[in-house]
């Protein structure tokens, strides 16, 4: 946290031999704090003028917005307070690496008694800068090396290269990121993309050549995301073992999207919560913008964290979605559901639940899975207060289900497919929050319901990544 320098407004009352006043001479009587604090809160002042020192290639006007609040403070309390949340919105921008606050008596001819300056000294990024680091995603790790030129143009704009290895992954791709001025919130980005990888469960391999425009903004407590994405697929055989519908789907195909995202999140965490609730609900339309891909496709997730006695936490989730295709064409296996895996069902293998073909998992077209999760600290609280307030021991509930539908059937019949063949488990394990990025988890699960060619680990299941069940 950045410092807030503030002066006194009123001179300091001076006394001593020099003034001609003796020690003997003075009634000390104890001083009064009430008083103070009163002055300190309630006395009256004004902000004259805002200063902010240390700008280069950064335009004044985008930082005016951020600032603006502080002019309205009314005494010193409120100034201070203001002061820091526009440090924070400064900083907010991504084009500072330093921002201090410094808070004094207004100077000049047109300086009021009770009038105030306060000064923003800032660093600004450099014009390029560097990065190294690794990524967790669900159950795979990558490197990322990533190349960026924060503030391009002055007004917080930013341009990012970033090329990423991954044991299941690979892509590399250049993005345009332009904020509102005075509302960091609405945003407005271009990505230009290839995206290369294997998906051994279903002997897949898919080269996507892409690109995508973003526009995000707030409503009252939601976050919305509108996309249009066009992108060149190529799909191939992983093995020379894969099957006959896995071949069907091979070559190229075009997509053109259109999708919507909503969120809601008043979680503490969006690792390990210990309270709050998320909702997110997707919709994506494709083939009216052009391309041979034509579906409408909806997913949604829900969690409810509540914090229980002796500091566990009680978790509920619920995921589900339905793929509906446009027209004659079947979906492509790269655009249907997959369940399974330490991240969603646990106790059985990444994506092995629902239709599959000579071993090679096809994906459905309409999914639910719910999960009930118990979180306490370790036994016996090894530890405390540092490194093992990481660890935490899980006991679970999952459950769900994969399949294609037969839209024709209606809503009934559906729900009744949907609820047939339920895959479920249960088990417990521990659990290793990674700070805000990821999360690993090593549990004995035991699972149930098995059906005909799903692919079980029954006994301790790995998983890492940042969305889990």
């Known amino acids: 946290m950045g410092t807030v320098h503030a002066r006194s407004l009123d001179p300091l009352p001076m006394q001593g031999p020099e003034l001609g006043v003796q020690a003997d001479d003075l009634d000390l009587v104890e001083p009064e704090h009430e008083p103070q604090q009163e002055v300190l809160e309630n006395k009256d002042v004004v902000v004259q003028h805002v200063h902010i020192d240390g700008l280069g290639r950064t335009k004044e006007d985008i930082l005016t917005y951020e600032i603006a609040d502080v002019f309205?403070?009314?005494?010193?309390?409120?100034?201070?307070?203001?002061?820091?949340?526009?440090?924070?919105?400064?900083?907010?921008?991504?084009?500072?690496?330093?921002?201090?606050?410094?808070?004094?008596?207004?100077?000049?001819?047109?300086?009021?008694?009770?009038?105030?300056?306060?000064?923003?000294?800032?660093?600004?990024?450099?014009?390029?800068?560097?990065?190294?680091?690794?990524?967790?995603?669900n159950n795979e790790g990558s490197m990322v090396l990533g190349l960026k030129l924060p503030n391009i143009f002055g007004r917080a704009?930013?341009?990012?290269?970033?090329?990423?290895?991954?044991?299941?992954?690979?892509?590399?791709?250049?993005?345009?990121?332009?904020?509102?001025?005075?509302?960091?919130?609405?945003?407005?980005?271009?990505?230009?993309?290839?995206?290369?990888?294997?998906?051994?469960?279903?002997?897949?391999?898919?080269?996507?050549?892409g690109i995508s425009t973003e526009f995000s903004f707030p409503i009252w407590r939601t976050n919305h995301t509108l996309k249009w994405e066009g992108v060149w697929r190529e799909l191939g055989c992983l093995a020379r073992t894969a099957s006959f519908a896995v071949r069907e789907e091979s070559g190229h195909s075009l997509k053109s999207s259109l999708s919507h995202a909503m969120v809601i999140d008043t979680r503490?965490?969006?690792?390990?919560?210990?309270?709050?609730?998320?909702?997110?609900?997707?919709?994506?339309?494709?083939?009216?913008?052009?391309?041979?891909?034509?579906?409408?496709?909806?997913?949604?997730?829900?969690?409810?964290?509540?914090?229980?006695?002796?500091?566990s936490v009680l978790s509920a989730s619920l995921w589900g979605g339905m793929l509906l295709a446009i027209g004659d064409k079947p979906t492509s296996i790269c655009d249907r559901f997959y369940l399974g895996g330490p991240t969603s069902v646990r106790g059985f293998s990444m994506y092995s639940i629902g239709p599959q073909s000579e071993g090679d998992y096809l994906g459905g077209e309409a999914y639910w899975a719910g999960g009930?999760?118990?979180?306490?600290?370790?036994?016996?609280?090894?530890?405390?207060?540092?490194f093992g307030d990481l660890f935490r021991t899980h006991f679970f509930l999952n459950a769900g289900n994969l399949c294609n539908l037969n839209y024709g059937e209606g809503p009934r019949a559906h729900l009744?497919?949907?609820?047939?063949?339920?895959?479920?488990?249960?088990?417990?394990?521990?659990?290793?929050?990674?700070?805000?990025?990821?999360?690993?988890?090593?549990?004995?699960?035991?699972?149930?319901?098995?059906?005909?060619?799903?692919?079980?680990?029954?006994?301790?299941?790995?998983?890492?990544?940042?969305?889990?069940?």
């Open 372 to 386: 009930l999760h118990l979180y306490t600290p370790l036994p016996f609280r090894p530890g405390r207060g540092g």
């Open 72 to 137: 309205r403070a009314k005494n010193l309390i409120d100034v201070m307070k203001k002061s820091h949340d526009a440090r924070q919105r400064l900083l907010r921008l991504g084009i500072f690496r330093q921002v201090e606050v410094v808070i004094d008596t207004a100077e000049g001819a047109d300086a009021l008694p009770n009038g105030l300056d306060v000064t923003f000294e800032v660093k600004e990024l450099r014009r390029m800068t560097g990065s190294y680091n690794t990524m967790v995603g």
């Open 416 to 469: 009744s497919k949907l609820a047939e063949c339920i895959r479920w488990s249960y088990g417990a394990g521990i659990v290793l929050r990674l700070g805000n990025i990821a999360r690993l988890e090593l549990n004995y699960c035991i699972p149930m319901g098995v059906q005909s060619g799903d692919r079980i680990c029954d006994g301790v299941q790995f998983g890492a990544g940042i969305r889990f069940l």
């Open 157 to 209: 704009e930013k341009l990012t290269f970033q090329f990423s290895y991954g044991t299941k992954e690979t892509s590399y791709g250049l993005s345009f990121f332009k904020p509102q001025p005075g509302h960091f919130e609405r945003n407005f980005s271009v990505n230009i993309y290839k995206v290369t990888g294997q998906f051994p469960w279903s002997s897949l391999r898919e080269t996507d050549r």
């Open 268 to 311: 503490n965490s969006p690792i390990l919560p210990k309270k709050g609730a998320l909702l997110k609900i997707n919709q994506e339309l494709a083939g009216y913008t052009g391309g041979d891909a034509s579906f409408l496709k909806e997913d949604f997730e829900i969690q409810l964290n509540k914090r229980l006695f002796w500091d």
